[in-house]
């Protein structure tokens, strides 16, 4: 079992930036596979950034067209944690945001919710106009 718990999140003006973080615990190593998703009100939830581990050390990262160039993830293995590095935020950004793991995601399905076994409990990002 792997365990994710999520930080970070509040409210922000737009062009405003924020850091989320995810620390996971549990049966979790290097070679999980890590990404952020999140879901408005009324919306269903939808990718926003993976990191997919391809060899022992290297991965390759994808983010959703909506935030390339705004987001970035990144991850500290030493610290068993992925982070959302949030610039330029707009008020459509707003959402819970979701970390998620697994040890095994198809290079064709990191996008899509069903492909990751865990999840963390969510944090509240709010941006205001």
């Known amino acids: 079992q792997v365990q994710l718990v999520e930080s970070g999140g509040g409210l922000v003006q737009a062009g405003g930036s924020l850091r989320l973080s995810c620390a996971a615990s549990?049966?979790?190593?290097?070679?999980?596979?890590m990404g952020w998703f999140r879901q408005a009100p009324g919306k269903e939830r939808e990718f926003v950034a993976a990191t997919i581990t391809i060899t022992w050390s290297g991965s390759i990262i994808h983010y959703a067209d909506s935030v390339k160039g705004r987001f970035t993830i990144s991850r500290d293995n030493a610290k068993n944690t992925v982070y959302l590095q949030m610039n330029s935020l707009k008020p459509e950004d707003t959402a819970v945001y979701y970390c998620a793991a697994d040890l095994r995601v198809g290079s064709n399905a990191y996008y899509t919710g069903s492909s990751w076994s865990y999840w963390g409990q969510g944090t509240q990002v709010t941006v205001s106009s």
């Open positions: 549990g049966r979790t190593s290097s070679t999980y596979n």
